[in-house]
């Protein structure tokens, strides 16, 4: 079965440090990548997508993810994170049938200002 | 616009007992899919709807049925309630379904008492 894997259970940063959020997948197929972000108190929210073309995607409030289809991985990254990052980060990709999201169990983070 | 709109907001019921929920897609949204998450972990997929008709079903007893309506919004029935069923239901919309980007709306908190 497919599977998503998020390494990390609960980051704690710094304003201003960098993040980077490991995200591995288990189907070799094609496959479209995800990263949705639920503040506190909000619900999900698309941060990015990856469907295909350019393996470097760009998204919301300065984010932005690598596929690296050799790694099976989708890793998160921001160079400078500020204290209103502070929310769940959730890793999904679509199912081999194409109609399911498969959801990581998502990363914590939680930013000191 | 209106994202994606669902009710009630929280909902208490025992064990044994029948409860259904109600999810509006974006205007323009053909499909709708409907998500459990429980504390701690990602959303899992239930089932995915498009113009009526049932795309996909995930790993779920049949106790968990849903339907939707020609003006594309949709119900999740929960049939004999168990301890386990509490958690956040999530409804997404996507323009056609399958591989489409899925928004998601705020959610019913459902406790089993």
């Known amino acids: 079965a497919q599977s998503v894997s998020q390494h990390n259970h609960h980051v704690i940063l710094s304003e201003a440090a960098s993040l980077e959020l490991g995200c591995n997948y288990s189907?070799?197929?094609?496959?479209?990548l995800f990263w949705y972000v639920q503040y506190p108190g909000q619900h999900l929210q698309l941060l990015l997508k990856y469907f295909s073309g350019d393996p470097l995607v760009k998204g919301i409030k300065g984010f932005e993810a690598e596929f690296i289809k050799s790694k099976f991985s989708f890793n998160l990254r921001k160079p400078s994170v500020q204290w209103s990052d502070t929310a769940e980060y959730f890793c999904?990709?679509?199912?081999?049938?194409?109609?399911?999201?498969?959801f990581g169990k998502g990363t914590t983070l939680s930013v000191s200002s | 616009d209106a994202g994606v709109t669902q009710s009630p907001t929280h909902l208490i019921k025992t064990r044994g007992q029948q409860v259904t929920l109600r999810c509006s897609p974006i205007?323009?949204?053909?499909?709708v899919s409907w998500y459990q998450q429980v504390l701690g972990q990602g959303p899992q997929f239930i089932f995915q709807?498009?113009?009526?008709?049932?795309?996909g079903r995930g790993n779920f007893p049949d106790r968990f049925s849903a339907r939707q309506f020609p003006n594309y919004s949709s119900e999740l029935n929960v049939n004999a309630l168990l301890l386990g069923d509490s958690a956040l239901y999530l409804c997404a919309s996507s323009l056609a379904g399958g591989a489409d980007t899925q928004y998601f709306g705020p959610g019913t908190r459902l406790t089993v008492l």
């Open positions: 205007s323009g949204h053909k499909s």
């Open positions: 999904a990709v679509n199912s081999e049938a194409g109609t399911a999201l498969i």
């Open positions: 709807y498009y113009e009526k008709e049932e795309r």
């Open positions: 189907y070799g197929g094609t496959v479209n």
